[in-house]
């Protein structure tokens, strides 16, 4: 005879196990898996009232009408942590808030007429100048195992289970999270944002590890350097030695704690 199966979604005897076991069995089932949360930010952006900005003494000037789409995740906490008030004590020391400062769209159509039918937003169709803005603060969950992800893309694909935040941020706009662990980031994006182009758009306060990839490159000719496709060769070794200590001075903007260079993101999520 089949037996009903319902059963196997509930356990009513789980209060009757020794409080040992019970703790076990919520530390298995609610510490979080690592997880990847990218935040994406868009081509730049110049005022129309700029046209020259990149010509000369034109582009310092220029500065302050620089910016940028920025498109956050919004996360929340995982319901299994909410059960019972012996799962919140178990599982709470998975996770804290972290703090997101920064402006968002007021005009969601914006947005709306930049996506595309299968979740794609083009910002590279954006041609008007910055729309108007509400500054925001957001509690955002982090679990211990988190890893925030900054790239420059100008066509984000939008998370099918995650809504976004969407931002216009520059020097006098910035997005600004405090609390967030573990960050990594292109080591020459960092570079270029926060030495060369000295920006405070986006800040990152607080963090433990920033890890900044360093990629390889096969027959690099540019600048004069001339690199043989023998073999390839790390970003680090091809950098010079003041651009080098350009990039460590940059982090000390954030307050990192500590600095790590890997070669991928997914080396960077392994180490976390």
């Known amino acids: 005879m089949l037996q009903n199966t319902s059963c196997c979604c509930s356990f009513p ?21 690592p997880t990847i949360s990218t935040i994406a930010l868009s081509y730049t952006r110049w005022d129309p009232l700029d046209p020259q900005a990149y010509d000369g003494p034109s582009f310092e000037i220029a500065q302050g009408s620089l ?25 709470q020391r998975y996770y804290h808030f ?28 954006y041609s008007s100048s910055m729309p108007v803005i509400e500054r925001k603060e957001r509690a955002l969950p982090c679990s211990i195992n988190d890893l925030v992800h900054v790239t420059i893309d100008p066509k984000v694909s939008s998370p099918e289970h995650l809504p976004l ?26 570079y270029n944002r926060m030495y060369v182009m000295n920006a405070n758009s986006l800040v990152f306060k607080g963090l433990e ?13 540019d600048g004069g350097w001339e690199i043989p496709g023998e073999g390839a060769v790390d970003m680090w070794d091809f950098l010079k030695p003041w651009e080098r200590l350009d990039l460590e001075v940059g982090t000390k903007k954030w307050g990192v704690r500590e600095v790590v260079f890997v070669g991928s993101v997914g080396e960077a999520m392994e180490r976390v």
């Open 13 to 33: 005897q789980f209060s009757l196990l020794p409080a040992e076991l019970r703790r076990q069995i919520w530390e298995l089932a609610l510490l979080p898996a």
């Open 67 to 91: 910016w940028y789409f920025a498109f956050v995740p919004c996360r929340t906490l995982p319901a299994i942590l909410f059960t019972s008030q012996e799962a919140f004590s178990v599982g």
């Open 98 to 125: 972290a703090r997101q400062i920064g402006h968002e769209i007021v005009d969601k159509a914006i947005i709306s007429d930049l996506t595309t039918s299968d979740g794609k937003i083009f910002v590279e169709d």
């Open 165 to 190: 935040s969407h931002h216009a941020i520059s020097d006098l706009h910035p997005l600004t999270f405090e609390g967030v662990k573990y960050l990594v980031m292109d080591a020459m994006e960092f």
């Open 209 to 221: 590890v920033l890890y900044l990839v360093m990629g390889r490159y096969d027959e690099i000719r």
